[in-house]
Each structure stands twice: as structure tokens, then as C-alpha cells.
């Protein structure tokens, strides 16, 4: 059974750093192919992919903030990670980890969201 | 690749039968899914590569389309069908999704 996790700050100041953990289980991060995605929401807004990574380190992120994010992986501790750099109000909403069966593929298992709010 | 989804909102009575468009920038052959967001939940697949079912996914739900347009049909609509569905593309970094169209109750 797959599951996946969320969990981070909850609030933060602008220019601050987000860190995002995303902990899963029923499926190792090693295995070929498999891939885990970060997606966020602002609040009553749509989907928007941030990053992805792969089983052999692979990488890709959203060229609009690449300059800002970086994702990377905990694979014997089941975690995905992802970092924002100086946040500002337009980062506020729900974070989503989620799995793919291939990295480049859709997202089959959602963990149930983590909100960050950034606010002085 | 820009997705563009409409209507934005369509309103229908349960039991209709409805579809809903998912239009692509440029050819992405059939690299689109479709997802159901329910309030204050996390999006669930309905849909992968246009038209392969999911398991789990109540068989009203279809999709269909390739290279640029793209349709999700929902046969007989249930009531705990109302809420936003997603189109999201797989065809080339970066992924992206649609605006997402809000179904609701008439």
C-alpha cells in the first residue's frame, strides 16, 4: 500500500527558506523508474507542478521557479525533500508530494497536503 | 505545453450525461490524464493517457482524444460527482496541468 506524506513549517516569514519532507512508504524510490512530484495550490486555485525526482537522481523542475527550488532524496530513509528559496505571499497554499509509477508520468498516489502560509 | 480546459464551470442536474474539454498547445499524442479534486482533498487520477481506465474509477468516467483535444465524459452524473477536474500532461518536461473545470450542481 502506497502512501506518501507531507510535512513542513506552516508559517513562514518573506525571503525565508521553505523545507518541505515528503515521507513514504509501500514502494522504494530506488526501484527503476519511479519517480516523486511536488505539485502546490494556492488556496481556491489550480494545480501547479514544481518538481520531480527519479530513481538514479534524475531531476526536473519548473523552469518559472527552478532558480529557487531544489528537490533531492532520503532513499534508505523513504524521503523526498524540497526547498524554496526567499518565499514570498504568491507560495502561500497546499504542497502535494506525490508518486509516479514513472518518474516523467502521471501522479497515481497523492499524500493528503501540507499548508504553508508566508506572512510577516 | 499549455492546457487549456472549458468550459471554467458547468452547471447540470445528477443524472445528466456531460463532457469536458482539454485542449493542448502544441501535439502531445495521448500523454493526458485526468484528475477529481474534491474540496479540501488531494486530486485523484481518473484517466490516464486519454483513455485507460483506472482501477477503482466508476465506469461513467471516460476519456477519449489525442494530439491536441481531449474530452472527459462522465456518464449519468452522481452527486458526488460535483466538484473540479483537472487535465495534466506527461508529454514533455514541464509537466503541466490545466485550470481546471468546477462541475456543479444546477
Request: proline share 5%.
Amino acid at each position: 500500500q502506497v502512501t506518501l506524506k507531507e510535512s513542513g513549517p506552516g508559517i513562514l516569514q518573506p525571503s525565508q527558506t521553505l523545507s518541505l519532507t515528503c515521507s513514504f512508504s509501500g514502494f522504494l524510490l530506488s526501484a527503476s523508474s519511479v519517480g516523486v512530484g511536488w505539485i502546490r495550490q494556492p488556496s481556491g486555485k489550480g494545480l501547479e507542478w514544481l518538481a520531480t525526482i527519479g530513481w538514479e537522481d534524475v531531476k526536473h523542475y519548473n523552469p518559472s521557479l527552478k532558480s529557487r527550488l531544489t528537490i533531492s532524496k532520503d532513499t534508505s530513509n523513504n524521503q523526498v525533500f524540497l526547498k524554496i528559496t526567499s518565499v514570498d505571499t504568491a507560495d502561500t497554499g497546499t504542497y502535494y508530494c506525490a508518486h509516479s509509477e514513472d518518474y516523467s508520468d502521471y501522479f497515481d498516489y497523492w499524500g493528503q497536503g501540507v499548508m504553508v502560509t508566508v506572512s510577516s | 505545453i499549455m492546457l487549456t480546459q472549458s468550459p471554467a464551470t458547468l452547471s447540470v442536474t445528477p443524472g445528466e450525461s456531460i463532457s469536458l474539454s482539454c485542449r493542448a498547445s502544441q501535439s502531445i499524442s495521448t500523454n493526458l490524464h485526468w484528475y477529481q479534486q474534491k474540496p479540501n482533498e488531494s486530486p485523484r487520477v481518473l484517466i490516464k493517457y486519454a483513455s485507460q481506465s483506472i482501477s477503482g474509477i466508476p465506469s461513467r468516467f471516460s476519456g477519449s482524444g489525442s494530439g491536441t483535444d481531449f474530452t472527459l465524459n462522465i456518464n449519468r452524473v452522481e452527486p458526488e460527482d460535483f466538484s473540479v477536474y483537472y487535465c495534466q500532461q506527461s508529454n514533455s518536461w514541464p509537466l503541466t496541468f490545466g485550470s481546471g473545470t468546477k462541475l456543479e450542481i444546477k
